[in-house]
């Protein structure tokens, strides 16, 4: 129930497309939705994050689409750059004051090809 | 400002040595976590150190232990190393309540 099912595993798009990543969770006690990019020899750096009393949020080319009742949450990133290439994770915590920890998705490797 | 800083870089033990791992937090940030970056498994919650206290574990053994100093570093140790410990440990820190939540760049432990 700790879990947060995240796909593709891999994704390549071309410059200027739209790359689109899914995550799934199954506790409904999650209030928290972040999602991290990694690039390589680096740690992951938080991206974007939502809570669920909202249903998009939207930051420069970054949008997060939330659905509550079907507990599933994606990263669109428009207009997408070859800087863009790298590891993203989606994640869900669910509250601080019960000891929380970010439980995190499997990982998207993209790659935008210029 | 200074983020969150690891030591070593990368470090190679051989199977049934002891490692040891350290984190500098973000200044004044009090509460670190650790996390296990294998590959192809994502990352994988190991510890939460806040005020010097442990608060939460992840499904890891006891010979992954840790502990967080006066000053709010940490030191993750793992002892009897085995071959699949072998990952990137990243350590991350924040203020209460998970605000300023930060990663570091990680130490990649090998063990032979």
């Known amino acids: 129930q700790q879990q947060v099912k995240q796909s593709p595993q891999s994704l390549i798009v071309q410059k200027g497309g739209i790359s689109i990543i899914n995550c799934a969770y199954e506790?409904?006690?999650?209030?928290?939705f972040p999602w991290y990019q990694q690039f390589p020899g680096k740690g992951p750096a938080l991206l974007i994050a939502?809570?669920?009393?909202?249903s998009e949020k939207k930051e420069g080319r970054f949008t997060i689409s939330f659905n509550k009742s079907a507990k599933q949450f994606s990263l669109h990133i428009m207009d997408s750059q070859p800087g863009d290439s790298a590891t993203y994770f989606c994640?869900?915590?669910?509250?601080?004051?019960?000891?929380?920890?970010?439980?995190f998705g499997e990982g998207t490797q993209l790659t935008v090809n210029p | 400002e200074a983020g969150v800083t690891q030591s070593p870089t990368h470090l190679i033990k051989t199977r049934g040595q002891q490692a040891t791992l350290r984190c500098s937090p973000i200044?004044?940030?009090?509460?670190v976590y650790w996390y296990q970056q294998a590959l192809g498994l994502g990352l994988q919650f190991l510890l939460w150190?806040?005020?010097?206290?442990?608060?939460n574990r992840g499904n890891f053994p006891p010979r992954f232990s840790g502990r967080q100093f006066p000053n709010y570093s940490s030191e993750l140790n793992v002892n009897a190393l085995e071959l699949e410990d072998s990952a990137l440990y990243l350590c991350?820190?924040?203020?209460?309540?998970?605000?300023?939540?930060?990663f570091g760049s990680g130490t990649r432990l090998t063990v032979v």
């Open positions: 150190y806040d005020e010097g206290e442990e608060r």
């Open positions: 939502i809570r669920p009393d909202v």
């Open positions: 506790n409904t006690a999650f209030d928290y």
């Open positions: 994640a869900a915590s669910m509250g601080w004051t019960s000891g929380s920890r970010l439980t």
């Open positions: 991350a820190s924040s203020f209460w309540q998970g605000v300023g939540y930060t």
């Open positions: 200044s004044g940030h009090t509460s």
